[in-house]
């Protein structure tokens, strides 16, 4: 009879320690997305920065007297830039979300300025523009999926135990701050 009771405290043992080696992996591959989910939208985000130099020198050639919008939509790129650079992912997410709107200014200031909207080069850089865009919305879409499924296991018992062992903090989502929901007001 002893033996049996040792048997069963030994099989717990073990189902207990492969459990938590399981629920530890499981928390270190959704933590290992999180970075991926960042790292993919970080990619469309350095191809919008990129792009952005050559279609404000387009729209300056047409609209240089714009010159306010011009040089928030500069401005907030290189907001973008030092925050790319210093790591901060919360400073990084209001950075892009500045520039969105600074984006946002500049396209609808250049739909006043019918010469610029036939312009081919415009043309084509406001189509990658817009294609780097909707990119950008899948990538944090998946990215905050993947931080609902991180902080979710995080939260939930029992592998809330083993995340406070590891030391596994919670993700953060991106999202649009309120003045980016707001549609800005271009006059001229």
Do not use: C
């Amino acid at each position: 009879m002893g033996w049996i009771i040792l048997i069963v405290v030994v099989v717990l043992i073990v189902a207990l320690v492969l459990w938590g080696i399981g629920a530890y992996n499981g928390l270190v591959a959704l933590r290992n997305r999180v970075k991926n989910g960042w790292a993919q939208i970080d990619v469309q985000l350095k191809q919008r920065a990129d792009l952005i130099p050559n279609l404000v020198e387009t729209v300056k050639g047409y609209a240089g007297h714009e010159s306010q919008v011009l040089t928030q939509v500069t401005a907030a790129r290189a907001g973008v830039v030092a925050a790319a650079q210093s790591g901060d992912v919360a400073r990084r997410m209001q950075s892009e979300n500045e520039l969105s709107r600074a984006l946002f200014n500049l396209q609808a200031t250049a739909e006043a300025y019918p010469q610029l909207q036939a312009n081919q080069n415009f043309m084509d850089l406001q189509g990658q523009l817009k294609e780097l865009e909707s990119k950008i919305a899948y990538a944090r879409q998946f990215y905050n999926d993947v931080v609902l499924k991180y902080n979710t296991r995080i939260e939930t018992v029992p592998t809330n135990i083993v995340a406070g062992m590891g030391h596994f903090e919670q993700a953060q989502y991106f999202q649009v701050d309120e003045a980016a929901r707001e549609a800005p007001q271009v006059k001229f």
